[in-house]
T-cell receptor, first 122, second 112 residues
Framework: NAGVTQTPKFQVLKTGQSMTLQCAQD?????MYWYRQDPGMGLRLIYY???????DKGEVPNGYNVSRLNKREFSLRLESAAPSQTSVYFC?????????????????????FGDGTRLSIL | GNSVTQMEGPVTLSEEAFLTINCTYT??????LFWYVQYPGEGLQLLLK???ADDKGSNKGFEATYRKETTSFHLEKGSVQVSDSAVYFC???????????WGLGTSLAVNP
């Protein structure tokens, strides 16, 4: 049971380069999230997608774009990488066992995380 | 507003010691409360949760009780092991919002 899979696991970029972080989940979850984790800052939400076809900004969206390609996949793109974007990036998903017919069920569902992408920008 | 405050780490304990990690929150509505654990080099995973006042979540010897009157959800374990060394995050979902509000995490190191 794979859960949430992130690729790549490690990446080094030069300032100004672009790249896309990939995330896929096999739990049929409606909601997906991208976070960054920095020392002393905890987890900060970059973007999230409450359901297929929708995306919304989180706390720190500047410099990033996202695409909810389908229900399984949610990618994060850095168009022009900057050293301040050096971080560990986590993708997560969550969903109600009753699907979208249970609008309150999602509130008690935990988020499931991938193992992260460690990104360094020189 | 919505927030989570956790005690600062690092917390260093000897094996078999009692653990408490404090967590307090502010929230609109009636949130569910969560504790997540992050082992070195891994993503976060759910440790336990509580969905209403006075609920006790428990897992792997850890416990936390949803205290609405003190807006707290302190994590406890009676006897820690070296394998419990990790970072622990407290979070809530601010009512019926799909987003989680996170604490900054508390690092725990358990020495043999």
């Amino acid at each position: 049971n794979a859960g949430v899979t992130q690729t790549p696991k490690f990446q080094v970029l030069k300032t100004g380069q672009s790249m896309t972080l990939q995330c896929a989940q096999d739990m049929n979850h409606n909601s997906m999230y991208w976070y960054r984790q920095d020392p002393g800052m905890g987890l900060r939400l970059i973007y999230y997608s409450a359901s297929e076809g929708t995306t919304d900004k989180g706390e720190v969206p500047n410099g990033y774009n996202v695409s909810r390609l389908n229900k399984r996949e949610f990618s994060l793109r850095l168009e022009s990488a900057a050293p301040s974007q050096t971080s560990v990036y986590f993708c997560a998903s969550s969903g109600s066992p009753y699907g979208t017919s249970d609008p309150w069920g999602y509130s008690n569902q935990p988020q499931h995380f991938g193992d992260g992408t460690r990104l360094s920008i020189l | 507003g919505n927030s989570v405050t956790q005690m600062e780490g690092p917390v260093t304990l000897s094996e078999e010691a009692f653990l408490t990690i404090n967590c307090t929150y502010t929230a609109t509505g009636y949130p569910s409360l969560f504790w997540y654990v992050q082992y070195p080099g891994e993503g976060l995973q759910l440790l336990l949760k509580a969905t209403k006042a006075d609920d006790k979540g428990s897992n792997k010897g850890f416990e936390a009780t949803y205290r609405k009157e003190t807006t707290s959800f302190h994590l406890e374990k009676g006897s820690v092991q070296v394998s419990d060394s990790a970072v622990y995050f407290c979070a809530h979902n601010a009512g019926n919002n799909r987003k989680l509000i996170w604490g900054l995490g508390t690092s725990l190191a358990v020495n043999p």
